[in-house]
């Protein structure tokens, strides 16, 4: 696919990733942890110029948790709201702190999107195992439950995987790749390793971005120059500058929609993402 900026007349799918599994409030105040607290964040997030809100969920003790109920009061707190914004479910699962059933859970409420990660790779410490049986099943349940999978690549050979799923039959088109740069034991947080992986995708593929800790923003620059979507937000980056603690996602999100209007790129609404993603209008 072309990755040259003649796309520019775009509109910038803005992603907000919430509050993953991982940062606490003693890491930033500003990380929710309650459904209550995710459903405000996603809410202003939307008003800043999110299309989208990456959610992960917490049990009561603040560690990471696949609960459908939770998840389910998460998405109609927001909805109660009135806000449009949609929503993408993680099946992340904290990277071996749940099971793969656990993980899958999610994916029976139908939400609009869920994350597919799709490969196995160091996570900082530990090690993030998406074997072939996993991601086969949760490639199958997607399917049933019209849910469109977030392939999330956190190296090369993860856009090799889901190329051969695609030609398999068991993810079908419209194709949403996230691009995931910077995390401590994948791929590094460049440019060249944006364009590298870019360059690999599918034809007609749409693509995002979002990269860990202080390449948050270089990357998400260079995506909306290269005619890409960006990711931002408290679960991959807590600081807004060097040393300053971020005030909250929507912060980063507003920093991001800024941006794309100073170099022309119109930022897309939820309705407008749902139309680019063949996402039916709620």
């Given at each position: ?5 003649t ?9 907000a990733?919430?509050?993953g599994?991982w940062?606490t409030?003693?890491?930033n ?9 995710i ?5 202003a997030?939307?008003?800043a110029?999110?299309a989208i809100?990456h ?17 389910a009061?998460a ?7 009135g ?10 699962g904290g990277?071996?702190?749940t099971?793969?059933?656990?993980r ?5 409420l139908?939400?609009?999107i869920?994350?597919f ?5 160091n ?10 049986s996993?991601l086969?099943?949760?490639?199958k ?5 019209n ?7 956190f ?6 995987n889901?190329i051969?799923l695609?030609?398999?039959g068991?993810?079908?088109?419209p ?5 995931v740069l ?8 460049t ?11 599918p034809a007609g593929?749409?693509?995002?971005v ?17 005619g ?13 500058h ?5 005030e ?11 941006i794309?209007n100073?170099?022309?790129?119109p930022?897309a ?7 680019m993603?063949g996402?039916?209008?709620?």
């Amino acid at each position: 696919m072309s990755i040259h900026p003649t796309d520019l007349s775009q509109p910038v799918i803005i992603s907000a990733a919430l509050t993953g599994s991982w940062p606490t409030k003693a890491d930033n105040p500003a990380v929710p942890i309650t459904e209550e607290e995710i459903a405000e964040a996603a809410v202003a997030a939307h008003k800043a110029g999110a299309a989208i809100v990456h959610l992960h969920v917490r049990n009561d003790q603040g560690k990471v948790t696949c609960d459908p109920a939770r998840y389910a009061k998460a998405r109609d707190l927001i909805r109660a709201a009135g806000s449009d914004v949609i929503i993408n479910m993680s099946t992340g699962g904290g990277a071996g702190q749940t099971t793969d059933e656990q993980r899958m859970e999610p994916v029976s409420l139908k939400p609009e999107i869920a994350s597919f990660d799709c490969g196995s790779t160091n996570f900082g410490k530990t090690v993030f195992i998406n074997s072939p049986s996993f991601l086969d099943e949760l490639a199958k349940r997607m399917l049933e439950n019209n849910v469109l999978p977030e392939i999330e690549c956190f190296e090369p050979g993860h856009v090799a995987n889901a190329i051969r799923l695609i030609d398999e039959g068991k993810i079908k088109p419209p194709f949403w790749f996230q691009v995931v740069l910077n995390l401590r034991g994948a791929s590094p947080g460049t440019v060249k390793q944006l364009l590298n992986m870019v360059e690999m995708l599918p034809a007609g593929a749409m693509w995002s971005v979002c990269a860990i800790g202080r390449a948050q923003l270089p990357i998400n620059v260079a995506a909306l120059a290269m005619g890409g979507h960006v990711r931002t937000g408290l679960e991959d980056n807590i600081f807004y500058h060097k040393g300053q603690l971020a005030e909250s996602n929507a912060q980063l999100v507003a920093r991001l929609a800024r941006i794309a209007n100073e170099i022309g790129r119109p930022v897309a609404t939820s309705a407008e993402a749902r139309t680019m993603l063949g996402l039916p209008q709620l």
